[in-house]
């Protein structure tokens, strides 16, 4: 399986465009169901706003929802998907509501707002990267700690939860591909003595600009 990516986690942006009121909520999701729930969730919220406009996008079945929720056809729901189209996100669901001003923006301006509201709520959650990670622990002299430690930025690792007693067991996330120079690095920090496990593989959503935890 491919990796791919998908929003961090769930955020709220809002702007102001002619006086009209534009909130976008974005969550990570893993069904319709769920998508769903969250639509719905906003409308009872925004009960007394004049659009809750949406869109969907899960990887399992390739399936892409949305709707203008009373706009202009192809003014809100579409261009909240582009967004996530155009940023290769999947399992994804976003609600725009909107709190009309008074003032008309007409179609290329709400198209533009609604894909505004949309970016921004992204921008504001992060995009993740979901890819298989190798598990690996080896045992660590208290002294080396921290130079072990150094070594994982440079091979796009994570540290993971370590367990302390007459040696440190250590444990890290790698990129598959990885564990080899792991492994020479270890030996070469320890004469030798420190010799990386393999202990599994674990898909796992990583923030895409970071690399280091």
Avoid at 51 to 64: K, S
Avoid at 109 to 128: E, M, N, P, V
Avoid at 190 to 209: L, N, Y
């Amino acid at each position: 399986m491919a990796e791919y990516y998908v929003p961090t986690k769930m955020a709220e942006a809002e702007f102001v465009e002619k006086r009209s009121r534009f909130i976008g909520n974005i969550w990570p999701v893993e069904s319709e169901e769920e998508a769903r729930a969250h639509i719905e969730e906003m409308r009872k919220k925004h009960y007394d706003s004049r659009h809750n406009c949406w869109a969907y996008r899960l990887r399992e079945g390739g399936i892409e929802r949305y709707s203008d929720d009373g706009e202009p056809q192809g003014t809100a729901g579409q261009p909240i998907l582009n967004v996530f189209q155009r940023e290769e996100v999947w399992n994804v669901v976003c609600v725009v509501t909107r709190y009309f001003g008074g003032i008309l923006l007409g179609a290329g301006g709400l198209t533009r707002a609604y894909g505004r509201s949309a970016k921004d709520a992204l921008d504001a959650s992060g995009i993740s990267v979901v890819r298989p990670w190798s598990m690996v622990e080896v045992d660590c002299p208290y002294p080396l700690f921290e130079r072990v430690k150094l070594e994982l930025p440079p091979l796009g690792g994570i540290e993971g939860d370590h367990d302390f007693g007459a040696d440190i067991t250590f444990r890290a996330l790698l990129p598959q591909g990885m564990e080899e120079q792991f492994g020479q690095r270890m030996g070469e920090l320890s004469a030798g003595g420190a010799v990386p496990r393999i202990m599994g593989t674990e898909w796992k959503a990583v923030p895409r600009d970071e690399k280091f935890l």
